[in-house]
């Protein structure tokens, strides 16, 4: 994974993701950078199905598909929530865990159940959030990089901040959820954030 190429050969970028909370927090990450990115829905890019079987594989076939449909390079997540006493899920079936509404409400009150169905405490279960991110360009080419957090859960939800599971994710060393955290402070530790210095440190150059 990673080998070194620049990306800025061209101007514009895709990012391969329907969720509106990704969508930001990966334009916000690439604001340094000279490249103008736009994201599938605005392309009318459709959603492939996750056929996967780890974050990085799913994450190489949405940005394959989405540099096939908009013929330029695309960048593609896949993330979710690891928790140790669940043998990792939900995992790679985050999103699905939230149902086809994406009710992550939902989501994160099916991980309190399945904690407590284990006879565990759902608060203070070791967890991390993993990220994986694909870039993708039109001729083939595919460079994949790898980011985590760890930390614990934490019940009931916390913040309104973020998205998905942020509300129930304590991050090693602090006291407050993602979804109480400043998208700044977010940004600056999270899983995401671990993977985009990856990704930037190989295929990126700064703005001049």
Known sequence: MGSARCLLDGPELVIASHNPG??????????????SVRGAPELGLPEPEETGTSFIANAELKAHAATRGAGIPALADD?????EALDGDPGIYSARW???????????ERVREELAARGMAPSGAHARFVCALSLAWPDGTCES??????GRLVFPPRGAS?????PIFVADGFEIT???????????????ADAFAKLIAACFAPAP
């Open 22 to 35: 990704k969508l930001r927090e990966i334009a916000a990450l690439l604001a340094p950078f000279a490249v």
């Open 79 to 83: 993330s979710g929530l690891a928790v």
């Open 98 to 108: 939230a149902g086809p509404k994406k009710d992550f409400a939902l989501a994160m």
């Open 145 to 150: 990089f790898e980011g985590r957090v760890d």
């Open 162 to 166: 973020g998205f998905g599971y942020d």
């Open 178 to 192: 993602f979804g109480e955290m400043t998208p700044e402070k977010k940004h600056s530790l999270s899983h995401r």
